[in-house]
């Protein structure tokens, strides 16, 4: 089963209050590595924006003016996470919002077998601290000097990143760039691990006769 690393942008914080969703990214990955198919749209959330949304994505009322509404693009972002498990930061959030606009149009929610919330995760290996995808990135020694503001896209890029980590996952040897040509050169990372080795060298007995005599020595001192 393919993944899909999913984020989407808000106009608020709470559907309970009307809030709606004005964007969707989806990538997806085959066991972690970019299959270079992308789901990304804005959508008019028939409302208006709140302030303290705008200053957390930096949209506005006026981006959205003639852009599709989500009963327009909901047929083709169900077909692009169908039958894939999809990765979420703070996932309760995300589908939430997804399956209010789903159930708004009669369409089949999102079930939460399919759902793997990466925040969870992350409270499970980092109890007591924040767990922000922003306060991840900086653990892992992950660059985010390109999220100055949350943008959905690049934040599935960065959790994708961070998922990498979180599971203990080997990093794939490519990453996720604007230009998706990246991906075209990849090299055959298999025959790299065949062609990889390493050497071995013994410590001669003169080293090892040295060793021993340096330990004897440190014993005979008093540290404590």
Do not use: W
Not at 11 to 34: F, K, M, Q, Y
Not at 97 to 121: H, T
Not at 133 to 152: E, M, Q, V, Y
Not at 172 to 192: G, H, R, V, W
Request: glycine letters at 4%.
């Amino acid at each position: 089963m393919n993944e899909i690393f999913l984020d989407t942008e808000t106009t608020g914080l709470s559907v309970d209050n009307g809030h709606r969703i004005l964007e969707i990214a989806c990538i997806e990955t085959a066991e972690l590595v970019p299959t270079k198919k992308i789901f990304h749209v804005l959508i008019d959330p028939e409302r208006k924006i709140s302030e303290d949304a705008t200053k957390i994505h930096g949209y506005t009322d006026s981006t959205f003016v003639g852009k599709k509404k989500f009963k327009d693009i909901a047929d083709e972002f169900i077909n692009f996470i169908n039958n894939k498990k999809l990765i979420i930061h703070n996932a309760p959030f995300d589908v939430s919002f997804l399956n209010y606009e789903l159930r708004k149009i009669n369409k089949k929610i999102i079930e939460n077998k399919n759902v793997v919330d990466s925040l969870e995760i992350a409270r499970s290996k980092f109890p007591g601290v924040s767990n922000s995808l922003n306060n991840l990135c900086k653990r892992f020694g992950i660059d985010i000097s390109k999220r100055t503001k949350h943008n959905a896209l690049l934040d599935c890029e960065l959790l994708r990143e961070v998922y990498i980590n979180l599971t203990g996952q080997k990093e794939p040897s490519m990453a996720l760039y604007e230009n998706e040509d990246i991906f075209d050169d990849i090299p055959d990372t298999k025959k790299l691990n065949r062609e990889y080795s390493k050497m071995i060298i013994m410590p001669s007995e003169k080293e090892k006769e040295e060793h021993s005599n340096f330990l004897k020595e440190q014993i005979k001192k008093n540290y404590f």
